[in-house]
């Protein structure tokens, strides 16, 4: 009788650390992705807006197939899909200036490859651009170890805009 208690408390146990375990890797994934946000405007209402498709819809264009323009050296490299444009995917940051086509006014996501530092000195700036009426969000790769303020000041939108920044720090292999 004692072994039966002692059993079903080291099961118990087990259980109990397990899920501890796999629950810290779920919850862990969103971690190397991270959103700017202006920290003197956040409060709890704008956290409760955004709850309801907080990271979906963003991960939806990231990660699935859509319509998608490449560029690079300031050239199109190629456009897969068929449709109006959902993506543009730059490999450099020296070709902003295609952003000006107005066949990009469907375009719902920017993505962003930096390689270098001193690729954040080619500032993304959305103030002035009237041709991405459709923008939501604006994701940022640095191959280097990169920071907020960093970021910030690489990409300029307007201060009432509803576009959501994210950026990651990657370590290619």
């Given at each position: 009788m004692k072994n039966k208690s002692a059993l079903t408390f080291y099961t118990f146990l087990f259980v109990c650390f397990a899920?501890?375990?796999?629950?810290?890797?779920?919850?862990?994934?969103?971690?190397?992705?991270?959103e700017l946000t202006n920290d003197d405007e956040l409060s709890k209402v704008k956290v409760k807006k955004y709850k309801e498709d907080n990271r979906g819809k963003f991960y939806n264009l990231a990660q699935k197939l859509h319509t998608t323009s490449y560029i690079s050296n300031n050239t199109i490299n190629k456009v897969y899909g068929e449709g109006e444009i959902k993506k543009i995917t730059?490999?450099?940051?020296?070709?902003?200036?295609?952003?000006?086509?107005?066949?990009?006014?469907?375009?719902?996501?920017?993505?962003?490859?930096?390689n270098n530092l001193s690729d954040l000195n080619n500032?993304?700036?959305?103030?002035?651009?009237?041709?991405?009426?459709?923008?939501k969000y604006v994701f940022v790769k640095c191959n280097f170890k990169c920071k907020k303020q960093q970021i910030k000041k690489f990409v300029k939108a307007k201060s009432n805009s509803k576009i959501r920044i994210f950026y990651k720090t990657e370590s290619p292999s």
């Open positions: 899920s501890l375990m796999y629950t810290g890797q779920v919850l862990g994934q969103e971690n190397d992705i991270f730059f490999e450099d940051s020296k070709s902003f200036s295609l952003l000006n086509n107005k066949i990009y006014n469907a375009v719902e996501l920017i993505t962003v490859t930096l500032t993304l700036d959305l103030t002035t651009n009237k041709n991405l009426s459709s923008l």
